[in-house]
């Protein structure tokens, strides 16, 4: 009788299995945010964290995946997807972009971030920008001049080059519709979405203080891997 039961369960759990695995498998899983709604209160308050987090990068997520579904992208990484998106609908561009920008923008801010970058990072920094300094002012440039909703971003270009771009919407370098195709390792959300409640249209001090909160370690593991 308890063997019966055992093998019964067994087969159940078996045809579960099944079912699951028959299903398309998806590679696009909803990241856990990697510090608490308030952690980041230096530069986000808890409200806006919430939001943002749980509402509006939940809301590009499940877009995307339904727009990853209806296109047959599942089993794609997001640079193959970015690296075609063009040829893809827009709500491809628009809800991956949301998807992977956001997925960026919250593992490169950590409670135990601001600082400096260290290392080959900073060399590079400094090798491209001529100075920490001057990557310092030419990203708080690009980001508080972007006009509209997009996002700053801080790229290896295809010789291993740093640059900085401001790209609108939800663009990123890694697309093809980018003006210079890069490898992000920093990105900062400049939405207004981002910063309304705490900053209002002050948008600058809200990039002023995104240096408090930067977990350079995540960016140079990011550089890291653009090293070939
Ligand atoms: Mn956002």
């Known amino acids: 009788m308890k063997t019966k039961t055992i093998i019964l369960l067994n087969l159940l759990l078996g045809l579960f299995t099944l079912k699951a695995n028959s299903q398309t498998p998806t590679t696009f899983t909803f990241p856990a945010l990697p510090y608490s709604y308030d952690a980041l209160e230096q530069f986000i308050d808890k409200t806006t964290m919430e939001f943002h987090y749980d509402k509006h990068f939940r809301t590009y997520y499940n877009n995307f995946i339904k727009a990853a579904d209806a296109n047959n992208l599942n089993g794609k990484s997001m640079e193959e997807i970015f690296t075609n998106v063009s040829k893809y609908p827009i709500q491809v561009r628009n809800f991956g972009g949301g998807y ?72 990123n370098p890694l697309m093809d ?52």
């Open 177 to 228: 519709i980018a003006p210079k195709h890069g490898v992000p390792i920093l990105a900062l959300d400049v939405w207004e979405h981002a910063y309304y409640l705490r900053y209002q249209n002050k948008r600058a001090d809200y990039v002023t203080n995104f240096w408090k909160v930067i977990n350079w370690v995540k960016v140079a593991e990011n550089y890291k891997k653009t090293l070939k």
């Open 100 to 171: 992977f920008n956001h997925a960026m923008f919250w593992e490169v801010m950590s409670p135990n971030g601001g600082g400096m970058p260290e290392g080959k990072l900073l060399q590079a920094i400094i090798e491209s920008f001529s100075s920490y300094e001057n990557f310092v002012k030419e990203f708080e440039k690009a980001a508080t001049t972007l006009f509209g909703s997009g996002w700053a971003w801080l790229a290896v270009d295809d010789s291993g080059k740093l640059f900085i771009a401001q790209l609108p919407n939800q663009d």
